[in-house]
């Protein structure tokens, strides 16, 4: 039975809350590629994965090709999430932030008219470093770049509550439902921004970046200690 029945403490609360932060930008920057020109989704690999598939049995060759770059580029995320924290001293989350700038300028800066593949490797590279780096809070796991797991979570708990009755379920329910709604709000900003100033809009990420820098930072503790 999962039950969380104490109340968060100060460093759970400060994880959650980059968590959020981390959720919000995994929106902002997960909406790049499908108002570009590739319409995919390239915070997952499953669709790439079918792309591949199905251009390999077209014979599409060169489809195939930019297609595996691009699942090399998410492998790549995911390897150097995995040997940064073991083989260096720099901090993992900071690293991810770092990484999400840079691709928050090259979604700004990649030109219009080339293959769609293109467009998905912003993505691809640096939400695979950002979901290895934030994987959850309240001792949850929880990824920051999509939401089927996450709304299954919510639904889940909020039927303990209301139909089970159980009531150790709701920093659960909260937990999730919250990242839900940080990775859905920075999915309506990004398309609002982009509308707007669609040239640079996701430059407007380094706000939520630096946010999230600032409660990821090593020592920082939110709310009264005592």
Known sequence: MESNNEKPGNDAQREAHAHYAAAFIGGFLGLYPIVSAAHIFGSAQTANLI???VAAIAGDKRTVAMHVFGASLYCLGILLATLIPKRTRIPLKAAAMAVDSVAAVAMCAIPKGLNPAVYLYPTFLSLSFHW?????????????????NNMRMFVSSVAEILINGDSSFVTKAKFFGATLLSFHAGIAFSYIAWKAIPGWSFLIALVPISVCAFLSRPGHRSGTVG
Request: proline content about 0%; charged content about 10%; hydrophobic content about 35%.
């Open 51 to 53: 792309e591949i598939v």
């Open 132 to 148: 290895c780096a934030f994987k959850g809070g309240y001792g949850y796991t929880s990824s920051v770049i999509f939401s089927t």
